[in-house]
């Protein structure tokens, strides 16, 4: 019998244009292909990952040449050619394939290095993979690995904690300018999507009202659904500061919509309560003199670009230490394979020692008539004694890494040495 591979196939962001991906992924949920892989009897174990920037199929196989092919045609035939994905498809094995999954789950392997999302999303297809029982004992290791890897590079660095996208470089400010954004009051003026998405991130901090102002009330209408909030007119702007702490703009206008003259009124009717604008059109929507007025904080969309700019910095130096973990737990996880291989045969080795000792003491000790049970015992230690030492090196043999046989020779050396398949055969017999 072959040895098991663990076999990573998939597509992502990096290299598969979305036209492809989208064809790929698992849209109907995990449950009919999980079912479909089932029919596939090389598969030992395997799980599904499908997320808007990749889609990955993770098996345990002794034929992972012929599986990779056979588990492409049942889960993509029909979406997507195989001339199509001939370019972009990556394939890992074993410990390539363990290293991948740990950088996915700790979203190094992210669009958006850092983010969360990614480790949820692992989390929900193992539990499809559970539910169906196509996770074994190795799969469900590996996985659970993975998110404690994950777990780990957050605790030990700081990959997660600077903004590397210009929303989310939006509200890392206004939780500077606030501690605590629950409770605050937002803006939109236009519907651009930076706001919209630096909108949607302010939400997720606790913002408990939003405000859309737009040239056409029916966007407005709409857009403030989404956040269940409220639509007003443009020219209500200026009296909605009274109660909002946060605006965020991205109009289309070519021109200034805002001016230090409208804003400046509002500041003693507000008793000076700090107001926080973040301007993401181009052209701009603010005055820049609006920043010189007290407890007014405006920012532009270049000075969130040089706040991406060094927070991408300081995350690619979070990102060295999450790398170095991720290799740390690779090479753990590969150890702990390898100890999978080698028990086997450490178990027949201990099982054919330990049944030559009790038959030679069978034979021997009723021989020896007059002996106390105290001196029997003393026989059966010593005999145990001299198994037990005799097995150490080989043991060590089999357990200890070496750089010129790899585990699978050296198990056949011991295997062969000892007579174990031997053995085996006639206990079957």
């Not at 604008?277 to 609006?290: G, K, Q, S, T, W």
């Amino acid at each position: 019998m072959g040895q098991d591979s663990i076999v990573l196939l998939g597509v992502n962001h990096k290299k598969t244009p979305l036209e492809i991906r989208e064809k790929m992924a698992l849209t109907g949920g995990y449950q009919e292909p999980l079912e479909q892989l089932r029919g596939l009897e090389g598969l030992k174990e395997y799980y599904l990952l499908s997320t808007c920037n990749r889609v990955e199929v993770l098996f345990i196989s002794q034929n992972p040449e012929q599986m990779r092919r056979e588990v492409l045609d049942l889960l993509f035939a029909g979406k997507v050619s195989r001339e199509e994905v001939a370019g972009c498809i990556y394939v890992y094995e074993n410990q390539e394939a363990v290293h991948h999954l740990f950088m996915v789950a700790s979203s190094l392997d992210s669009m958006i290095v850092g983010e969360s999302q990614i480790l949820g999303q692992l989390k929900e297809a193992f539990r499809h993979a559970s539910e169906q029982k196509t996770a074994g004992m190795i799969l469900n290791r590996l996985l659970h690995k993975a998110f404690s890897v994950a777990k780990r590079v957050r605790t030990e660095t700081r990959i997660g904690a600077n903004a590397v996208s210009i929303s989310y470089a939006a509200v890392e400010l206004g939780r500077k300018i606030f501690g605590d954004l629950r409770g605050k009051r937002v803006m939109l003026v236009g519907a651009g999507e930076m706001a919209e998405l630096a909108a949607e991130h302010l939400m997720g901090q606790g913002i408990d009202d939003v405000v859309v102002a737009n040239r056409t009330l029916e966007r407005a209408m709409k857009l403030a659904a989404r956040f269940k909030g409220r639509a007003i007119g443009l020219d209500e702007v200026v009296d909605q500061l009274l109660d909002v702490d946060i605006l965020i703009s991205s109009t289309g206008a070519q021109g200034l919509v805002l001016f230090k003259k409208d804003i400046a009124p509002l500041m003693p009717r507000r008793r000076n309560r700090p107001l926080f604008f973040i301007d993401i059109a181009v052209p701009r929507d603010l005055d820049p003199e609006i920043n010189t007025l007290e407890n007014i904080y405006l920012y532009d969309i270049d000075d969130l670009n040089n706040v991406v700019e060094m927070n991408r910095e300081q995350r690619d130096k979070e990102a060295l230490k999450a790398r170095r973990i991720v290799e740390e737990e690779s090479l753990k996880f590969q150890r702990w394979l390898a100890g999978m291989e080698v028990t086997p045969t450490i178990v027949d080795l201990r099982a054919v020692a330990e049944s030559i000792c009790q038959a030679e003491l069978a034979k021997t000790l009723p021989r020896l008539n007059g002996i106390s049970s105290k001196e029997r015992k003393s026989i059966e230690r010593m005999a145990a004694s001299i198994v037990g030492k005799m097995l150490h090196h080989p043991m060590r043999y089999l357990k200890a890494e070496h750089a010129c046989i790899d585990q699978t020779e050296r198990i056949m050396q011991v295997r062969n040495l000892f007579q174990l398949n031997e053995q085996y055969e006639q206990s079957e017999e």
